[in-house]
């Protein structure tokens, strides 16, 4: 275990060290940061020069890039430009936010696509069998901004039963994880129907079939439990996408995450909340991704890695 542990914290240092490497590489080949943080009418090139000097702009490449690396240690991206906060301070107070969307939203997604997944299995080959999977087919293809815009104009805008925007409050969440939580219901139900539907023939089911166990018993208790890496797998895939997949839910609904940041930091040419934006993203799915690797080796001991 000990082993194992180290090659996944080697793993997220590796992903660290690629989202520094590309956060200071991208911000050197965009363009002169000067002229894209502050409008070029509003300053003249003398302003503009004492900007870059003063912020060591116009030092060279290798002691701009230790610079950095030294400033990223501390957490120091920088000051907003907008908010004129540090950048890392803005990020991290939008974060929580982000992961209690994400969350809500797959514990949401997860019980959803295992009820229908259950019920696909079990009533196999039956009608209800078969609408299942066509229900799961056309969530799976529903775009999860054409539904945010279409429950706001149905839900809030005609029947005004939830509000079309807001933070803090349970009902707020209703509308964004209804919009986040369709494709993954439909993709879900339909990956964990097949893992179910391949275990539920095999040899150990046939044998607690023979002891008198009934055939839902069998379906939860055996086929499920052996399927739970497969539900552990989609959840890990889907948080992890969820934490940088909610700018446009978030821009819709007015949801104060980081993707909502980002799209603030872009439009008011904010780099430093930007560039930290892309770093704490990054890292947090490598933690998420981490976790569920080590959450692998609980459930199943085989899993090692010399």
Request: with cysteine; hydrophobic share 55%.
């Amino acid at each position: 275990m000990g082993s194992y542990l180290l090659q996944r914290l080697a793993g997220v240092l590796a992903v660290i060290v690629g989202l520094v490497l590309f956060t200071f590489f991208a911000t050197e080949l965009i363009g002169d940061p000067v002229s894209l943080m502050v409008d070029p009418e509003l300053a003249t090139e003398a302003d503009l020069e004492a900007i870059r000097e003063a912020n060591g702009l116009n030092d060279p490449l290798a002691v701009r890039f230790g610079r950095y690396l030294s400033e990223v240690a501390r957490g120091d991206f920088g000051t907003s430009l907008w908010q004129n906060k540090p950048a890392t301070e803005v990020v991290l107070a939008r974060i929580p936010a982000t992961l209690l969307l994400a969350g809500v939203t797959v514990v949401f997604s997860l019980l959803v696509s295992v009820g229908l997944a259950l019920l696909a299995t079990w009533k196999r080959g039956t009608w209800l069998a078969r609408g299942i999977f066509v229900i799961s087919s056309v969530l799976a293809c529903i775009p999860s901004f054409w539904l945010a815009l279409a429950l706001i104009m149905v839900f809030a805008v005609k029947l005004t039963i939830f509000p079309t925007s807001g933070y803090g409050q349970p009902i707020n969440l209703v509308l964004p994880v209804l919009a986040l939580s369709a494709q993954p219901i439909g993709y879900f139900t339909q990956v964990l129907h097949t893992g179910l539907q391949r275990e539920i023939n095999e040899q150990y089911t046939r044998t607690a079939r023979a002891k008198g166990l009934t055939e839902g018993s069998v379906l939860i208790h055996h086929v499920f439990r052996n399927s739970s890496i497969l539900a552990t797998t989609m959840v890990g895939a889907m948080l992890a996408s969820l934490v940088n997949g909610t700018v446009l839910a978030e821009s819709v609904f007015a949801w104060p995450g980081i993707g909502d940041l980002g799209l603030q930091a872009v439009h008011n040419r904010d780099l430093p909340v930007l560039t930290a934006v892309i770093f704490y993203a990054g890292a947090t799915v490598a933690i998420i991704n981490m976790a569920i690797d080590l959450l692998y080796v609980r459930l199943d001991p085989r899993i090692r890695f010399k």
